[in-house]
């Protein structure tokens, strides 16, 4: 069974530029998760999904970060500006439900922005 | 307070030990605990997820939860030089959304 795919695995931007990070859950998994995991710290979740449709993204930055689940499979998280403090490892982690415990992760997309 | 802590290490540890990691977590209504390993510049990969109290064991790692205490923890038996990452716990509630991480704690298993 396939992983949870990311790209790209770095990206080096300018304070102010935009960027924009693609994930492709594991197939047929209903849930996917964008996190964020500053160096040093837990991940932090910025939005779900469920199938297309936004369940929680009470923690992410709507000024700036936006991200869709078109047709319920793969998804895109943008930045646009990006900041210095956004400098972070972006995690995508699909499962197969939202009540499901187990949730996967991918390798991530490392940003940093200078 | 945060919702959950956990000792940031680092922990370090000669090949063979039995290594133990501990989490706390202030909120009752975590019901799903789980323990995810990171290698450096990795993804988090699932370890092991436990449901409510109790103990789950797989090979040589063993969950513990107790809610009575809001404490869990990780055993790791005849550590291996292969076990060295961060190893992060993450929880949720029964019926909410999102997982809940710990900072992570790092280990090093010393040959």
């Known amino acids: 069974e396939a992983g949870v795919a990311q790209s790209p695995r770095y990206k080096i931007i300018e304070k102010r530029q935009s960027v924009a990070f693609w994930c492709n859950p594991i197939?047929?998994?209903?849930?996917l998760y964008w996190y964020q995991q500053i160096l040093g710290q837990g991940p932090k979740l910025l939005i779900q999904?469920?199938?297309?449709?936004?369940?929680?993204d009470s923690q992410l930055p709507k000024d700036r970060f936006s991200a869709e689940r078109l047709k319920g499979v793969d998804s895109t998280l943008k930045i646009q500006p990006a900041k210095l403090e956004d400098s972070a490892v972006y995690l995508c982690?699909?499962?197969?439900?939202?009540?499901?415990?187990?949730?996967?992760f991918g390798q991530g997309t490392r940003l940093t922005v200078v | 307070q945060k919702e959950v802590e956990q000792d940031p290490g680092p922990l370090s540890v000669p090949e063979g030990a039995i290594v133990s990691l501990n989490c706390t977590y202030s909120?009752?209504?975590?019901?799903?605990f789980m323990w995810y390993r990171q290698y450096s510049r990795k993804g988090p990969e699932l370890l092991m997820y436990?449901?409510?109290?109790g103990n789950k064991e797989d090979g040589r790692f063993t969950a513990q939860v107790d809610k009575s205490s809001k404490y869990i923890s990780l055993f790791i038996r005849d550590s291996q030089p292969s076990d060295s990452a961060t190893y992060l716990c993450?929880?949720?509630?029964?019926?909410?959304?999102?997982?809940?991480f710990g900072t992570g704690t790092s280990l090093t298993v010393i040959p």
């Open positions: 982690a699909s499962s197969l439900d939202r009540a499901v415990a187990e949730a996967f």
């Open positions: 197939s047929g998994h209903a849930t």
């Open positions: 999904f469920q199938n297309n449709g936004v369940v929680d």
């Open positions: 909120n009752s209504a975590f019901q799903y």
């Open positions: 436990t449901y409510s109290s």
């Open positions: 993450a929880m949720r509630p029964n019926t909410g959304n999102q997982f809940y």
